[in-house]
């Protein structure tokens, strides 16, 4: 027997059944009575859902956009949180200008590349015996001003060197090798002025103002005495590199600006507390006096161990004197 004529005698079959249910009187009974319960059930769920659907179009909708509106949501909006701190005070936070570590606030450098005088002689010729005897056009081919700038460079290296070497032929200790690279880190930064855009000494002078603080860390550590010396005779000022970088944050500014806002506003009200304290303070003395006396008085005339002395009322008569002088000092100072 093939699939196909198996298929038609089970059809066939369930059919053939269903007739002879629907035939039997206590099934069919059955049937309709389950058919009217759920025509009634289904006629129930459009009532409730009617008479629901009525409520929240009248009373429970206009409730909700009205909860929505006082919390100042929107419903169909999705909240996102908000990192940043949103002040309501009158405090303005402005980010700090960035300054890159070749600058001389950053470097160490207290000084810049000075103007050096064109009319010297270059370094190969300065002492040459035939320009004392040449003509002055020949010597003014000689000098700075017709040279290229390395040059110039040159002049103002060999004279800052000259100031910390231990001899003539000093080339090689820390204080000349850090001086003779202060001398190249000014004249860099001088044509970074000029050249901001050169990428190429940007990125030397990082390295050698990296490499002056590693030497300047190493005499630091072993002689203290020839680093503060070099320090002070090359204009310099060790800066270390920090141990915990604080990164500037718009919100922990914010936050520092609102403390110091209520630090002054606390200071303005304690500095108002005070003046308004020390306004009182004759008519609290002069109070106070007049208690003191009549109590010493009281127990004179009740024959009882008199507590109050007439020290303690002198003492403050005093200082009642000696607060009405000021006072009156500093009215003549106003005026």
Known sequence: MNSTRLVRCVTFVSVKRYFRLVNNKRFSNLLSVWISCLINLRQLVLLISNFYLDYFITELFPFVMNSFRLLKLHPIKTQFREYALKSDLKIKWVR?????????????????????????????????KELKTANELVKKLFTLEFAPRNETVRHYINRTSDKVRRHVNDYGSHEATIAAWTGVIRAMQESMERLPRNKIMKVQLKELIDR???????????????????????NLKYVPMPLDVHWITRKDSLTKLTD????????????????????????????????????????????????????EIDNVKRRLDDLKEKVKQLNQEEI
């Open 96 to 128: 700090p200008e960035k300054i890159p570590c070749f600058k001389p606030e950053k470097s160490g450098d207290l000084e810049t590349f000075p103007e050096i005088d064109k009319k010297l002689y270059q370094e190969d010729f300065k002492n040459c």
């Open 212 to 234: 002056r603080k590693k030497f300047l860390k190493y005499l630091r550590r072993w002689d203290y005495k020839r680093f503060e010396w070099l320090l002070e005779t090359l």
């Open 260 to 311: 110091k806002y209520c630090d002054d506003i606390r200071k303005d009200k304690l500095e108002k507390l005070k003046l308004q304290l020390q306004s009182e303070q004759p008519a609290f003395l002069e109070e106070k006096i007049r208690i003191l006396e009549f109590i010493r008085n009281e127990q004179k005339s009740c024959n009882v161990e008199v507590t109050v002395h007439q020290d």
